[in-house]
């Protein structure tokens, strides 16, 4: 990884945002969580084996609502995924597009085959001349649009194990850039991870109604 892409990143989604994306992807996984254990035929092995599934739903479904409402200073809009039946989250912050993505820990890639879709194409041609990475200083404008993740994971409590802005290399599964928002490496304050708080009524209807339009969606995706 390099610090000119780290840099890259933190320009982006700057450290004042932090703190709030952290408290939206908690709440996120506490909403999937709070669905698994209220939902009756969640409340199985099936619900176990959904439960990264439901958890990046959630967190997709706070993360929308968190930019619309001016919480968070991106913008955010739910797009197909041509390369899967499942919808992304499209987060655009000044030159990055980013999609959220969970991974096992903070420097693995996301096993959701549909997720993994070549986006990050982009992060490649005249950044990366042989022999070395060119600096960045001397591309100035050339570079038009970046790609990121925000990766993230909890364990079975729901206390949060990363949040990470990642920049993803185009052909090799390696990180250009990545920011741990847990463990901050730019002089900032680390956030300490924390078990999410119970969702209140509306959001819990919220999300419940999320997820009918999504299996909706699916279903006649599929017919």
Not at 30 to 56: I, K, Q
Not at 111 to 136: S, T, W, Y
Request: aromatic share 8%; proline share 7%; hydrophobic share 40%.
């Amino acid at each position: 990884m390099s610090v000119e892409f780290d840099s890259l990143l933190r320009a982006d989604f700057p450290a004042s945002t932090d703190k709030e994306v952290v408290r939206v992807v908690a709440e996120g996984v506490g909403l999937a969580d709070d669905m698994r254990r209220n939902t009756p035929w969640l409340m199985n092995h099936v619900g176990d084996d959904l439960r990264g599934v439901l958890r990046r739903a959630a967190t997709i479904f706070r993360f929308e609502q968190a930019c619309k409402e001016g919480a968070l200073p991106f913008q955010a809009i739910e797009i197909e995924n041509t390369t899967g039946s499942s919808h992304l989250l499209r987060i655009t912050a000044g030159r990055f597009e980013a999609h959220i993505v969970r991974t096992e820990t903070e420097k693995s890639f996301p096993k959701d085959a549909p997720i993994r879709q070549d986006c990050r194409l982009r992060n490649q041609g005249d950044l990366f001349l042989e022999p070395k990475i060119v600096p960045l200083k001397e591309l100035g404008e050339e570079i038009l649009a970046m790609y990121a993740w925000l990766t993230f994971n909890a364990d079975c409590m729901g206390r949060l194990t990363h949040v990470c802005w990642c920049m993803p290399e185009r052909d090799r599964n390696v990180f250009l850039g990545r920011l741990n928002l847990l463990r901050s490496d730019f002089g900032e304050m680390p956030i300490e991870p924390h078990t999410p708080p119970p969702p209140d009524p509306k959001s819990r209807m919220k999300f419940k109604d999320f997820m009918d339009r999504a299996i909706e969606i699916q279903k006649k995706d599929k017919n």
